[in-house]
């Protein structure tokens, strides 16, 4: 029982980070005056993607191996073990000796296919000379990030367990917090009006400030 008051508290107190890393987040969007080829081949991932999944076909199955897949590589980074791994048309299951909220949240968390795909291209890179493929690694990277948020809010909109590890309301905000820093950290790698420090500094300046708001609503001071 004090476990899941303490871990409703903790989403509670997350709830102002996440009102000001979204500030923070729309603040470095306005920064970007010009689209280069980079941005526009990630841009246009994105689109695709969305397009796609919108008009042709959703690839469920894709997702429910990288969301499996994550469970279990979670279970392993936190030297657990992964007893069983199953991965179907449209659901799926890990079963490992020990869960963990990193072990629970991982597949929210983690764009299992663009880290692939990034190590992919790095470790290209160290054989070949990869840069005429910039084009093509953004569009895919594009792709491949809008994979992951579709499918995660999808999956959210449904009743699921993992929340259950954490509770709802911290698994949602971490979920939320993590994501977007992870698509301004994606960004801040491609588009030099984007910096990612900033965004990091500005986020905990603004929920400071959120902080400072509800004490003095609630307290007056």
């Not at 491949?144 to 709802?168: N, R």
């Amino acid at each position: 029982m004090f476990g899941r008051i303490l871990r409703l508290l903790l989403g509670i107190l997350l709830i102002p980070v996440d009102i000001g890393y979204a500030v923070a987040f729309s603040d470095h969007l306005m920064t970007v005056r010009q689209v280069r080829s980079s941005e526009m081949a990630f841009l246009l991932g994105i689109t695709g993607y969305l397009a796609f999944h919108a008009l042709v076909a959703a690839p469920t199955r894709a997702y429910v191996f990288g969301h499996e897949l994550m469970h279990a590589a979670a279970a392993w980074a936190t030297g657990g073990k992964v007893k069983s791994f199953k991965a179907g048309a449209k659901k799926g299951s890990v079963t490992t000796d020990k869960v963990t909220t990193l072990t629970a949240l991982a597949p929210y968390l983690v764009p299992v296919y663009a880290v692939l795909w990034g190590l992919l291209y790095g470790a290209a890179g160290l054989f070949w000379d990869t840069s005429g493929w910039a084009w093509t690694f953004f569009f895919v990277l594009g792709a491949m990030l809008a994979f992951h948020l579709v499918f995660t809010v999808t999956a959210l909109k449904q009743k699921q367990s993992d929340l259950e590890v954490a509770g709802p309301v911290l698994s949602l905000g971490l979920i939320f917090w993590v994501n977007i820093t992870l698509v301004l950290g994606t960004m801040a790698l491609i588009i030099p009006e984007v910096r990612f420090i900033s965004y990091l500094t500005d986020g905990f300046r603004y929920t400071q400030h959120v902080y400072q708001a509800i004490i003095t609503q609630l307290f007056g001071t």
